[in-house]
């Protein structure tokens, strides 16, 4: 593997930051959509009860979805750092 | 001592050079075929585009849509296409979770197929909106009673999922075009996440692979069950329905197996596959599709024979609509494509050959087009109240929206098909380096203990 390859540089490591971070906008975004609607149900009192489901169940997803992704970068991240230092390279 | 400590990073892709070099043809030597083909499938869309402009400029007027028949073209191919999304994350999320070795060189070409489909998809009920701009109401006063934005949340679900599972698995073979320069640089070296396939990566990405693979299933089956409520939760004939969820998502299943081995034919001849996309995968996947022919027909007969016991009125109209009145030749068309031809070609080893099974897969992915037509259009056409019956036969504006919903499709599968592998390199580098050795461990679990030595 050709080791300057792997070497990533700033700015694309900020992109790759801005990128986990839209994901989050996305889902904390759709995530208040859902709940602003819920809302508005219950105070237009348009059975409130048939959009507790929804929200119940999208909600979470949606978070999963993103801290697994989270999850993926941060732990790449170590370990290429981890990995690095044993190397005496760099990010 | 720790993973890193023990400063054991795997080689990278064992595979020889040449199966890598096979493997990554048209991201490394696109040739023309790529320019050619992009040229003429984005005049294609773009056709479509210009004709469907008369509908922004005049409204739905321009389509074959009327009262009673307001759901034409539009519904029925965002019900297929949402189906045929189910090839993917659903069929390799189950073949991954049931440890299917066979399915190393599919799942990345299904997952791409689920990607692509969900976008084409979900975007038709804006086009049946007349006024897309009217979209943006769901946002201020969308009303989450309404099975309609169930669909939203549901596929805007699946879509994240999706993209989040195809992107995943996809982190080593980035890095892998990366590391031999493919270009362009900049996009490998953003999109690789610093992967240097370390065994604490390994560790990480498998975690994160197990964790999607069991929270798509369910997101799966909902989404299609979903729609299925857009229709059932009326009162329409024909439509209200408890069965509709399953019989939904049986179909979509059914649907998505034929257009990925479609897809897997298609693209094994392109690209000269025939060494990873081998007759074994086309013989178990052809397996599936029957039996899930079998399934469909079950479901359709379970359907219809309920609808023919009660003998309702209106529930009667619109079953002789079907069977021998406007709709006779889609209805028995679409059983001839989903089970005559299917169970004819699959069941008999002599037909079940490549083209055999694309002739049969080709025509489950008809019938499944025609089963959605069977079901939107005869049932509006003859609705419970007292309306006269109508008739729907759509209009240019819809075929082109059709032809370019096509064209997306295969435009998707050529940009994606010139920036990563279609078979996952990584993952066949882990069959062969591991999966026989772990078959053999669990196929040994499986059998009885050896007898303990009497004394």
New interface residues.
Partial sequence: ??ES??R??GW?YA??VA?VAVMWV??LG?SG??LH??R??QRLH??PS??VA??I??IP??L??AA??T???V??????????D?SGEA? | MSDEASHETRPAHGLDAVDVSDLLRSVERPGSGFRVATTLLLLVLLGAWVIFGRQLLYGLGVTGLNQPVAWGFYIVNFVIFIGISHAGTLISAILRLSNAEWRRPITRMAEVITVVVLGIGGFHPVLDLGRPDRMLNIFSAGRLQSPLLWDVSAITAYFMASTVYLYIPLIPDIALLRDRGARPQWLYKFMAWGWRDTPRQRKVLERAVSILMVLVIPIAVSVHTVISYIFAMTLQPGWHSTIFGPYFVVGAIFSGIAALMMVMIVLRKVFRLERYLKQIHFDNLSKLLLIMSLFWFYFTFSEFLTAFFGNEPSEMRVFFYKFSGPYAPWFWGMVVCNFLIPVVVLSFRRLRTISGIFIASTAVVIGMWLERLNIVVPSLANPRLPYPSGFYVPSLVEWAMFVGGIATFMLGFVLFARFFPLISVWELQEGREQAVRETMERVESYLPDPRPRES
């Fill in positions: 593997m050709a390859g792997t990533t540089p694309i992109l790759q990128s996305f889902v759709i959509w859902i609607l819920n508005l149900s348009d059975v048939a959009t929804i929200p169940v999208a997803v949606f999963t979805g697994v992704l999850y993926v970068f732990g790449l991240q170590r370990g290429a750092r981890a990995a690095g044993e990010r």
